[in-house]
């Protein structure tokens, strides 16, 4: 079935580093990727997405490009900042039966400080 | 309004009791998801509601019971749950079903604990 895999956390920063969080996904179809971000004690906001090969999506200074030939969709961010503290869900979604509903990869903690 | 709204945001029930989470969407969204995340762990699909109706139940037990009353509210109702069940629970809505990229809208979720 399809799946996703995220790199292991956490992932610790000092400000203004760069960052990847890297993600693969397996899928039989042409899936819709996604990046979730998740603050603490709060539910998930999605951060950015891609729906077909070579898409970029980018929002908050976030990137991530859907590479359909290796399968990826690599989170990147020139410089973070501490309110970029939180985890960070890679997903996709990909057209059911019964409907459509996102998978999920296990998560990556990114911690920055000051 | 682009908001998701869940309440209670937290809950603490015995494993007698029988409570009920809800969720309330006005965008006009006609798909909503239940969902629920262990601590530190990504969040599982547990129902999908598509235009009222049930479409997606993911093996979850029977003590869980999913309700979707209308377009904007959909309930959880829960009754002799097991300590293992304690979790956040979230709920989620989509505009349209069957899109795959259709993005989804999260509420900030119920943090249940089962004594």
């Known amino acids: 079935g399809d799946s996703v895999t995220q790199m292991e956390g956490p992932v610790t920063l000092s400000e203004e580093a760069f960052l990847t969080i890297n993600c693969t996904y397996t899928a039989t179809g042409y899936p819709s990727l996604f990046w979730y971000v998740q603050y603490p004690g709060e539910g998930l906001q999605l951060l950015l997405k891609a729906t077909k090969a070579d898409d970029k999506g980018s929002n908050k200074g976030f990137e991530a490009t859907y590479r359909k030939e290796t399968t990826s969709f690599h989170l990147e961010k020139g410089s973070v900042q501490v309110s970029d503290s939180a985890v960070y869900f890679c997903a996709l979604s990909d057209q059911g039966q019964a409907g459509t509903a996102l998978i999920f990869g296990k998560g990556t903690t990114l911690s920055v400080s000051s | 309004d682009t908001e998701v709204t869940q309440t209670p945001k937290h809950l603490v029930m015995g494993m007698t009791n029988k409570k009920s989470l809800k969720c309330e969407q006005h965008?006009?969204?006609?798909?909503m998801y239940w969902y629920k995340q262990k601590a530190k762990k990504p969040p599982e699909l547990m129902f999908v509601y598509s235009y009222e109706k049930l479409s997606i139940n993911e093996s979850v037990p029977s003590r869980f019971s999913p309700e979707c009353p209308n377009s904007s509210l959909l309930n959880l109702h829960l009754h002799a749950l097991q300590p293992e069940d304690s979790a956040l629970y979230l709920c989620a809505s989509s505009q349209v079903p069957r899109q795959r990229n259709e993005k989804l809208f999260f509420g900030s979720g119920t943090q249940l604990s089962v004594l």
């Open positions: 965008m006009g969204h006609r798909a």
